[in-house]
Structures are given as C-alpha cells and as structure tokens.
DNA sequence: CGTGGCAATTGACATTTGTCAATCCGCCGG
DNA sequence: CCGGCGGATTGACAAATGTCAATTGCCACG
C-alpha cells in the first residue's frame, strides 16, 4: 500500500481517532487487493472475515432472496463496508461485486474487534460509525415504505445535484444499477424519468440536467429525515 | 420503579455486562413513567433526549412523511428503542406512540453517553446492540425490496409460529398495525390473508391457525438472511 | 338487551409496478 | 465504415397495490 493511501485511509472517520498502534496494526495485517470490474468479492450468508475498505474505484453492496436481487448501496473511495457483521462475527447479510476496476483494503475481522478492546478512542468511532450506518438504514427503510419510485428517484436526483452543487448531473454507474438502488426495474426507472420530465429533468445518456430545482422539489418532497445526510 | 423491574432490566443484553455503578447510574437518573394507551411519546424531528425502555405495555415505533405514515416496529417488554439517536446525539429518526398502558423507563441520553467513556463493557454491549439493530434495518430493506405483500405476511406469520412454537397464533395488535409494519395497505392485508387460505392459513378475528407449515413456507420461502433472528 | 362506534372486510376502480418483446442507440472492434 | 453487442427505451399487457365507498361484525357502553 503506498502511503498516501494509508493516509487516507487514517482520515477516515472510522480511523482517524484511532490510536497509532492501533491502526498500524490493522494495517499491517491487511490486505490491499486490486480486482477487475464485475468481480464478487463477498457472497451473503458467508461468515464476516474481513472489514472491507474501497480505496479506489466502485463496489455495488447487494442482496439476493430466491431469483431476486436488489442492490443495497454503492461503496467509492473511501468508504468501508460490511462493519456490523464483522463486528458481531456473523454472516454477512449482503453480497458485494466491483463494478470498476478497484482497490480494495481488506482488514482482518478478528484485528478489528481485537482493536475494540484496546483502543477506546477507536472503539468510540466504531459505535458513532455503526450509529450512522444504522440511521441510514432506516432511512433507507422510509424511503421504500412512504414513497413512489418517481420521487425515490427526484430526491436521489436532488441529493445529487446538492452534493455536487450543480444542476447537471453524471450518472456514476449504470441505470440498471440505479434502478436497483431506488427498488425499481429499468423499465421504471425510465417512466419515472418519462415522468420527471414534466418537472424539469431533462436526461441525455447518461447527463442528467435539472432546470428548476425547486420546481422538482415540490414533486419530490424532500425530507431530512430521510434524504439528510449522515 | 419496583425492584424486580430493574432486575429485568439489568437483564437486558445491553445492560447484563455493565459495571454496578455503571448500571446504578443509570436507574438513578432515569425515570419511569406510566401512560395510557394512544400517547405519543416522542417525535420525529425532536432532538433524542432520552434512551428508552419498554418495561410494561407496547409501544409502536413509526415514520411520516408529509401525509404519509408508517409503522417501523413494535416494542414490547422487555426493549430498548432509539438507540442509535441517543448516541450520536442526534435527532430522532421515529416517533414513537403507546398502543397500550405502559411502562417506560426514560434514560437521560446525556447518561448513557457519559457510561460510554467509563465503562468498557457496556460500551462493548452498545456496539453489539447497535450492530443488531443495523442488521435488522439491512434485512428490513431486504424484505421490502425483495418481497410481495403477502409473502411478508407469510413469513411474518411463520416467525410468530416459530417463536411461539405453535400453529395458532393471536394477533398482538391490531391488524391495521399489522399492516402498516409490513408496508402495505389494511384492504391490502385483508387481501393477502385470503391468498394465503390456498396456503393453509385460516383467520377469525386476531386468532390465526396454520394448517400446514410446510405448505406456507413453500410459498413464503423464508430466507433466514431476511427472517432469521438476531 | 339494544345500539353506536370502530375495526375489518369486500367490491369496484385507479394507479403503480412488473414482465415480456421489440426496437433504438451508442460505443467499440474489425 | 460497418456490424454487432449490450444497455436503454418503448409499447402492450399482467400483476400488485392503493383508494374510495359500502357493508359487515364485534365489542363496549348505556
């Protein structure tokens, strides 16, 4: 791993008050690990060995039951996945695949609740880290249960366009995957965008432009309580 | 509070390994308070002053957004809810409402943070319960996206069984609770109680008989990645 | 022993979402 | 420059879910 890597890899929220021995150590045991696009690198239902940390390119969390499937979340640089089972030293409820080429730290699960015992700083950060992550589940869960898939999809436009403080948006992966992401099939996906049309969401490949962001926003009806950050 | 109630509660997985002081601490802070049933007790949006505990009673927690409102779960004795909002000192995500006469310990949120830096067990429990509670979030998601109406139902129905060890089940509440936690409609409950009478499952008022497990399961295909306990 | 009130059910219909098939379109390799 | 592949879109239809209104049924209260 190269430096600059670890470093940022130490500013992470998870890391950052981490005492020096600490993440040495869980760095030292780790696995940096490169990987094609498409490529699974957990299954569902496997037992959690590994913290998994995305330093660069893309990885889709996603979850299986029969035939179906349904992605969960989209990891980029730099974000961790899979904390909770590892930390209960359970099986991972959640399958993950690259979908761009990617560097993956893999840090061994035993190392991370070793680390919890000696390191109350750390452990502090695990608690706030598995308290957001928790959050964001039932927000998550709102949003299924009290929304259309259109609007799932204007507050995910609208979310967007915040975060990146502009009007014109670029699809950072596939539609189909978006699709998944909101719970809906493609085709959906594009009637829910035939049906943003008419309040200003125009879209290109994948270039979305939104010509009035309060016009959209009264469609959408956005909530901090389910599209606010954390 | 009775003495035995707070033997109860020192039971609870996130209170057993406490230190006594920790635990002292804590009950001494807190107050216990009786409501009648319909009393909303806390409210989205409202900063989480307060960890609580379910000692007697049932309470539903749920979600809204602009007119629209869901049941997220129900708590019954003995549980602790919000725990997420508490330690990271944020707002609460759920409002929460008696559906019975109840008993609720209140925790001063302040508390429980403190006992975080002091007492290296407990905190250790948090990061268990926390992690549990993200968890069931995750499979929550995961029944929403994956699953139809009547397929939740059926496996609601099948994990009361189980947990009962019993083919005849009586409703905990009412079925437009029920409803609402599985994410759809009371006319739509209605409807997916008949689609499971092709499955052996025959209803008068809130008492519920299964003739046939294995039959229902062959429909509901539970997935104990969704279903399972924890 | 009625009877009012509320939850539950049922029917009719609208909306949303999913499925299947055909077509379109952009990009890349030959 | 031409195919050809895969993702995206569109149309037609089916299934699931929501909405509205009417009815049923049960229980508590007078």
Redo the contacts with the bound molecule.
């Keep these: 791993m190269r430096p600059d890597d670890a470093a940022v890899i130490r500013s992470l929220p998870l890391f950052a008050d981490a005492r020096e021995e600490t993440f040495a150590e869980l760095v030292r045991t780790a696995f940096l690990q490169r990987f094609p696009p498409g490529v699974t690198l957990i299954n569902e239902n496997d037992e959690a060995d590994f913290l998994h940390v995305v330093v660069e390119g893309q990885v889709e969390l996603f979850a299986t039951s029969g035939e179906r499937e349904t992605t969960m979340s989209i990891v980029e640089p730099v974000g961790t996945f899979i904390l909770a089972a590892v930390l209960n030293a359970r099986i991972y409820l959640q399958s993950a695949r690259t979908l761009q080429k990617s560097q993956v730290l893999m840090i061994p699960a035993e190392k991370v609740r070793d680390a919890l015992g000696t390191d109350e700083a750390f452990t502090r950060a695990v608690v706030t880290e598995l308290a957001r992550g928790y959050r964001r589940a039932v927000k998550e869960v709102k949003g299924q249960k009290l929304r259309?898939?259109?609007e799932r999809l204007a507050n995910w436009l609208l979310q967007r366009a915040e975060a990146e403080r502009a009007d014109r948006i670029t699809l950072p992966f596939?539609?189909?995957?978006l699709s998944s992401l909101l719970?809906?099939?493609?085709?959906?996906?594009?009637?829910?965008?035939?049906v943003l049309k008419t309040h200003g969401v125009t879209?290109r490949?994948?270039v979305i432009t939104l010509a009035d962001r309060a016009t959209l926003a009264a469609f959408a009806r956005p909530d901090p309580l389910i599209d606010g950050p954390e």
Tied chains: 1, 2.
């Excluded at 719970?183 to 035939?194: C, I």
């Design positions: 259309t898939g259109a596939e539609k189909r995957v719970g809906m099939t493609p085709e959906n996906l594009s009637r829910a965008f035939a879209s490949g994948a």
